[in-house]
């Protein structure tokens, strides 16, 4: 008998099972103890976990095999499944299509930046990313973006954040990026949803994240990018609990009239409200934040949106990275010609405003920007 294509298979309802990643230290221990373990067992397992990205029970061979099997069910039950692996700029981009407990499907994706010479001298360090998903479908409902088409289907929880950032950990230390193995170095909030949408779990995550090792993964908060809408009272509350992770703004237009139609959460907190926060957010942090713009040929890269762009942004601790348009499945949309991206660049930067373009990695396999739409296996 052959199995229905994921495409049909509804998702079931109910919480994700309760997992180890889901726990802070205390709540660790309190779990071991509520399983009749002595308190150190906690200790032990975020080692296995956090130290050498080890989820199965069955591989952790110091512990006797009775509790192996009692933690298996209990505290380390598979969050994800891998469905698809997709490798693209030679090797050193790979995405990965999970399913969750539920049928419902995310995407990760996971990027090698080797490292830069300039006559013998190394300008920059092996940078490994993953980009990570926050929720299942988005319900920002940008029209450009293919994730914000299919709406949302739901949260995920803190586990299902953190085993996209473990897996990624264990497939770069295995060496399973073209470049040989390395050490995962940065994280971004750029993949399904908008983080600050599922805030309690996104923050639980970030501790799992920056917490050292081995009680988490002891990724340093900088190197960690959550990237929004631009949700206000999320991004306030972000600030107050001074976690210094790097803040990306989704702007894609410095007027409200365009961003009410691109960003559509801009009807509820507009262009000024956004930067006040973001620049809120800075004043705790001391660090400078991101402002991402996608370039739309003919929508919003006209000079004047630059110049306006410019002027906004000048006085303020930001930058601006710009991210030619992915296309997306029955868009009619497309990015800026080189020369209306070059002169955009130019107009920032005249103002002194910071700019880079990003490279759009993945494409080719609909794992750029905007492309993850978690579509199940075709044919
Ligand atoms: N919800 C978060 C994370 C989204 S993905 C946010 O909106 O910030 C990360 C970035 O990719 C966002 O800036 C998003 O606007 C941008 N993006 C979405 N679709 C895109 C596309 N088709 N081409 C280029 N960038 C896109």
Not at 63 to 83: D, G, K, N, W, Y
Not at 230 to 248: F, H, N, R
């Amino acid at each position: 008998m052959t199995s229905l294509p994921l495409v049909f298979e509804a998702p079931r309802r109910g919480n994700p099972p309760r997992h180890f990643a889901d726990l802070d230290p205390a709540a660790r221990r309190a779990a071991v103890t509520e399983l009749g373990l002595p308190a150190f067992r906690a200790d032990q397992l975020a080692r296995h976990y956090y130290a050498r990205f080890e989820n199965d029970p069955a591989a952790m061979t110091d512990l006797p095999p009775a509790m192996r099997e009692q933690l298996a069910v209990s505290l380390f039950r598979p969050m994800l499944t891998p469905v698809r692996t997709l490798e693209a700029d030679k090797g050193t981009t790979r995405k990965t299509l999970w399913k969750l407990h539920d049928g419902a499907l995310v995407e990760s994706v996971l990027m090698r930046y080797p490292a830069k010479f300039k006559n013998g001298v190394q300008v920059r360090s092996d940078r490994i990313t993953v980009c990570v998903s926050s929720q299942a479908g988005c319900g920002m409902a940008c029209p450009f973006c293919a994730t914000g088409q299919g709406g949302l289907t739901r949260n995920l929880s803190t586990a299902e954040i953190v085993e996209q950032v473990v897996a990624a950990a264990r497939a770069a230390a295995a060496g399973d990026l073209a470049g040989g193995p390395g050490r995962l170095s940065n994280v971004v909030f750029m993949g399904m949803g908008e983080p600050l949408a599922n805030y309690n779990r996104l923050s639980a995550a970030l501790h799992r994240l920056i917490d050292p090792a081995p009680g988490g993964l002891g990724l340093s908060r900088r190197s960690i990018t959550v990237s929004t809408v631009g949700l206000v009272p999320a991004i306030l509350k972000l600030a107050d609990e001074d976690l210094g992770v790097t803040l990306a703004v989704s702007l894609h237009a410095p007027d409200d009239e365009l961003r009410n139609t691109l960003v559509p959460v801009n009807t509820r907190w507009n262009v000024a409200e956004v930067l006040a926060a973001a620049d809120t957010y800075v004043e705790r942090t001391g660090r400078r934040y991101s402002i991402e713009y996608a370039m739309i040929r003919g929508v919003n890269d006209q000079p004047w949106r630059a110049e306006l762009l410019g002027d906004l942004l000048a006085p303020r601790l930001a930058h601006v990275n710009l991210i030619p348009l992915n296309p997306t499945p029955g868009s009619e949309w497309d990015a800026s010609p080189k020369d209306v991206e070059a002169e955009f660049v130019r107009l920032l930067e005249v103002r002194g405003v910071a700019v880079t373009v990003r490279d759009t990695r993945g494409s080719d396999i609909d794992g750029a920007c905007g492309q993850l739409a978690a579509a199940p296996l075709e044919g």
